[in-house]
């Protein structure tokens, strides 16, 4: 556990840190408080209540649900610190190396984009081969009418996979469960989730990923595929705060938070479009959902890495087209190609496809409020330990099995019909589109089309097109209202799962119910209603547009359907809007990641931030010239990150003889350690000069972030030395005056992808401190300063403006 | 000519506007000043000068060139003003009026969608009928042998039509020439060109846009439809300044840049989906090209705008295909529709491909240089006067006309191949890919399918695939080397003209003669070669990637083309990035647009703003309660637009007793005017209250932006009296202390979009003047920075780190 994590806050003398405690104290304190959170109230009311505690002060969570346990957080700094010893380096750099480090930058971008392609081929290939043998296997059973040993075998199997995936995760990488895209998310607005970007996280969410999705689970490996390729980007860009991460010397030169971010957007992007073979959609997924901050230079390197993902997955699937790869085929990548569908339709089919916007908004955001309550269950469930998180896990897997397999039986076997020659009727193998299941020769199982397959399968199926009659209304009812229960109690288990997945099957379900409801008042085919469905409900519930739209359009490789989906997209997302935030936001929520949205509140015009400063404990600030023990006081007593440094009674050169105070900058904690560490302490509060620095300190180790300063023993006589912190010390911090109003503030904040913002005095005087406050992040989120200024709840109800 | 027109700088006491000077007779001076650039240097070795004479001090280039004439331009105030009348507003504000302005957001979006979809049309309309009669005029005259009555016909018919385009152009509305792109990206970075958005800009546009396409003109509609678009979204928004705009009162809600900017985005999106039928590339156009700043909502309401377009453009579509439309048939809308080629490549294919992106970022470049060498020869022509403008363009409308005609009689006539079923052979109509032209029945001549046909048709017919044999080297050789001259030679005339056709037909000639010289190496078809071909050289030119490969994609209807696309893009804008910018750049800085840059350059990280500061004339400030003839003079002898309010001696409320100066905020010109023009004199300088000020200003005249005061007469007795500035006081501009860099300074000033940036000392003291200097655009280009700092030019060889 880190010492000093936390990471926003300036909130000495708040209510728990407020006298004098070790960090490790510290450290346990902290965990009991968590240890309350997730103990204290198991009762069925705390549902209503948040997952996490917080205090009635501003600054004060910076504990967030990371892995299903509580973590503390910290934030990145994007800020370019403009310190000495950094800028001594940008001066020093030669043409070379400023060339090596863009080369570097590019090749880390082809390096993200052709790990993340192989590792999608393999987890393909191993998906499709395990859960194809395995289903080849029950058909046998089952064509031998031994159904008893068909449902034990079915059910075996999955739960040895499920039981595979589910231990992975819970002993060795409790951050590997879910999606990993909210994280991701917050990630790239400058929160650093501890590990979730580790080596060992990758691994488990590479073998989970391939456990669970074989094992028949109603999840997709498309959310997993994004984590993925945001774990090699930041293991390549050695980000996060991962203690065990190799340390290549070559890689030093990419030593800050800013470059990092750019290339675990483009692991997400790749990991897009590794997932739906979408290159723009992976882009445009990045740029509309995941990323915070945007250059065009990330488009153009983001574009770059899912060409090189692209190509790779065309190479290993002309490589695999030949029957090299067992039975990986033809199908395997999702791909829902209806290119040669030529689409009619005409201004009536509008209102069928507004209708289909419409449920997809309705029940996108029923979706999202169901799912949060599941998910607030669940974690109930998962703090029992961990033992309850693999039961949890086991006995989704079951009911699932029993249910994909008991459900084919309660339909009855319809009759081939022969005029369709497209697809061969009545099969037993592992795909294709008329199952034969427990139906005589010449007649299929339609439900059995559906469920017993794999999940990619049941997809291409619902969406096959000029196959009007070959799926019963009562089928597809019981495969909506199964998948719909499915897709709410499978997603929080302990097992790597995206959302994608199931909300396509529960999409389409309906949309293909709704081209039968609509008989023959409509031209667009069937397999066309299943693929606007899933498009709806995704829109419903994620509340993408363009990046959507796109992946839509590359999946279905047909342009002719891009108005109507188009349409169907925007109904949706304005229907869902209605009701309640996107998926994404809500899990963020819920796992109390501090996230900045993107527009401020409109109350936040009214409230300055020098209003906020005052509710906050008192500033803590340091001098150039300091006394050790002073620094270790503050380093131990408070968990703030960054400190201003103020000088008194200088002379300001433009007038001589008046004296003043400086504000010299922001100094932040990490490099205070740094100092500490290296015990580079003065006899005398002198100021030194630079090449003393630099013997001493290298621009690298300063890059690092370690805060971890405990291990540090400092002698009586050195806690009465000085530390000049001037080189140190970013001297060009952003600053607001006083009177700005936090909706302002919080725009520089996040425009500027800030971690601390000065308050400073709109008065010019003697006797005037030069900093009234710090604000970071937790200080301008909307929640926050609600808990702080109840009164201003009241405003509330009014819509953003955006 | 506005009188006020400088808008950026801050430099009184700097050499020209030195003295006491009537705004009248500034602005005589300042256009002796254009006069002297367009006439004084009239010799070629001019060409290498810089069209826009710069003094040697920041903030001292406030011109550009606008439509071929040097005018005034103005910044937008895209920062949340926060005076007390606004704050007022905000709070007053009703839910139902919140809701009402976020409706009226959609409603613009929609209406602007919709008439740039209705207008897209009608030119379609006009260009495919107009030059549609003209081609079957002319080509009967070739069928019955009378060559020269044909030559006659075509090239008076031609005249006249560019005449009609070039007039309108000169003396309506100078600034309908040319594309419009490079004025809509400066005025989303924050440039208000004027006269680019009025209604009559608008009016030439369209008509102009109709006669210069059909006069067969190397040029596209695209560029215009851009334009025309942005127009549309600035007229119905109220944006820009130009003078005659319809004032209607419901529009008044949306009386600020910055909803302005955003309504103009959509529209310049638009604009892309109508000239491409491409709603998704339209959407990123604007993003990728066009747009400074985005956000998410943005992204969805621009891709509402695109999705009205498509609709709309689409239900023209099928109403016409039933021949209700004269001559439009299924052409018109470029759509060069290669979706029923199965696109068949292998690895030894990318040889070829890689090929074609090396050439296109080699001759992209080439363009570049040689168009900027001739639009600097042509403005030299163009500032003659209107008549030697005209003139130009007649002469490049006269030498298109015979070459066209003409050169098809050079090569010779090919036997039609009757295995080729898929195209009807040697047609003598408008349309059609094997044109008979001069040749005997059965035989066609190829040529003739490219050049005697309108440019859409020509594009389709060289793109055509499955016709390998159809063009010969020689003609193709002729037709590249013919629409080289004519594209680096048409661009420029006074006629509204776009860029992308020009580039399509350049690259697909020199992509359709690689192809037939790769010869039987190759898979890829011809036409693809083609497309391929099209791609690069804008790439090379324009340096896109992403949204010129979806622009390709829903062009071209194949996602099979996709990675060979990205592939082409990529090596293509890299190669091109080695040597020029891009071509839109390229124009900016020849219009002396100060566009600001996304990256700083790393030598800014060497500079303070301080010393950015030190080098600019002495700031202006003035106080709360100030006389009104300060003010008078003040406006008279400066050319600034923000004032910093400086109060002295005031109590500071958290110290009693301490007496210090505060810094109120920053006024706006604009608001000045506004107080001199209502009269708001006080005989006391005394704090008004809060009632006094909106019983007489409301918020809705304030965001007008009058900066006209002549007219004003104030009397002697007024001029002793004395003005609260506090209400009108911005009173949160955003600071930097003055050690920042000012690299750091430009990322700040350009993603919250400022126009001012005060600079704050880092002393607190008595007696340090709370303000230190103003930063506005101009001072943080680069180039202007580097005109002050020669010895930093040392340094600029360097690479940007991007």
Known sequence: MEAAGEP????????????????SELATRLSMEAEAVTNGETDLESLNQPLLKRNRTLSASHLAMVGAKVSHIESLDYEINENDLFKQDWRSRSKVQVLQYVFLKWKLAFLVGLLTGLIATLINLAVENIAGYKLLLVSDYVQEERYMMGLIVLTGANFLLTLSATVLVVFFAPTAAGPGIPEIKAYLNGIDTPNMYGASTLFVKIIGSIGAVSAGLDLGKEGPLVHIGSCIASLLGQGGTDKHRVK?????????????RDLITCGASSGVCAAFRSPVGGVLFALEEVATWWRSAILWRTFFSTAVVVVVLRAFIEFCSSGKCGLFGNGGLIMFDVSNVTVHYNMMDILGVALIGLIGGVLGSLYNYALHKVLRLYSLINERGKLAKILLSLTVSIFTSVCLYGLPFLVGCTKCDPSISKFECSTTGRTGNYKRFNCPKGYYNDLASLLFSTNDDAVRNIFSTNTPGEFHSVSLVIYFVLYCILGLFTFGIAVPSGLFLPIILI????????????????????GLYAVLGAASLMAGSMRMTVSLCVIFLELTNNLLLLPVTMLVLLIAKSVGDCFNPSIYEIILELKGLPFLDANPEPWMRNISVAELADVKPPLISLRGLEKVSRIVDILRNTTHNGFPVIDDDVTVPSSEGTKARELHGLILRAHLVAVLKKKWFLNQPRKTEE?????RFSWVELAERDLDFEQVAISKNEMEMYVDLHPFTNKTPYT???DMSVAKAMVLFRQVALRHLLIVPKYQGAGIYPVIGILTRQDLRAHNIQTVFPHIAKTKGREKQK
Do not use: C, F, H, P
């Open 507 to 526: 999409g389409s379900a309906y949309g293909r119910l709704l081209g039968i409801a609509m008989g023959s008042y409509t031209k667009i085919d069937r």
């Open 248 to 260: 290549w010397r070559w890689y030093r030169i990419m030593n800050n938070d800013r470059d990092r």
């Open 736 to 738: 607001v005056v006083e």
């Open 8 to 23: 926003q806050s300036n909130d000495i003398g708040s209510n728990a840190i407020d006298e004098s405690i070790s960090s």
């Open 691 to 695: 090449w003393e620095v630099r013997q």
